[in-house]
């Protein structure tokens, strides 16, 4: 499996963006997929993840603003971003979980490469 992700940019505070990822190589339908980030000088960090079945959770700091979606069809996973701050700001990765959703990014089996999300104050 591959991971692509892709949508980031730089972005001033109140902004969105939409990132995307799509898989190729096997379907991702049976996978929980999550959104991981890393800031410079921090750990990764779960941000949102939606399990096979459509459930979804969130990083606290980021309800309200990042909404998370999937097409299984086109195996597929979104993040919108929207109200975006500075504090936002990192490397966006997505992933893949064979056995579930996990906010623990070691317990996933495929990532993508990165997509860097700045936002300006």
């Known amino acids: 499996v591959q991971l692509q992700a892709s949508g980031g940019g730089l972005v001033q505070a109140g902004g969105s963006l939409r990132l995307s990822c799509v898989a190729s190589?096997?379907?991702?339908?049976?996978?929980?997929m999550g959104w991981f980030r890393k800031a410079p000088g921090k750990e990764r960090e779960f941000v949102a993840g939606?399990?096979?079945?459509?459930?979804?959770s969130y990083l606290e700091s980021v309800k309200g603003r990042f909404i998370i979606s999937r097409d299984n069809a086109k195996s597929a996973v979104d993040l919108q971003m929207n109200n975006l701050k500075p504090g936002d700001t990192a490397v966006y990765y997505c992933?893949?979980?064979?056995?579930?959703?996990?906010?623990?990014?070691?317990?996933?089996?495929?990532w993508g490469q990165g997509t860097l999300v700045t936002v300006s104050s």
């Open positions: 939606v399990t096979w079945s459509g459930s979804k």
């Open positions: 190589g096997r379907t991702l339908s049976r996978y929980g």
């Open positions: 992933a893949a979980d064979l056995y579930g959703l996990s906010y623990d990014d070691y317990d996933y089996d495929y």
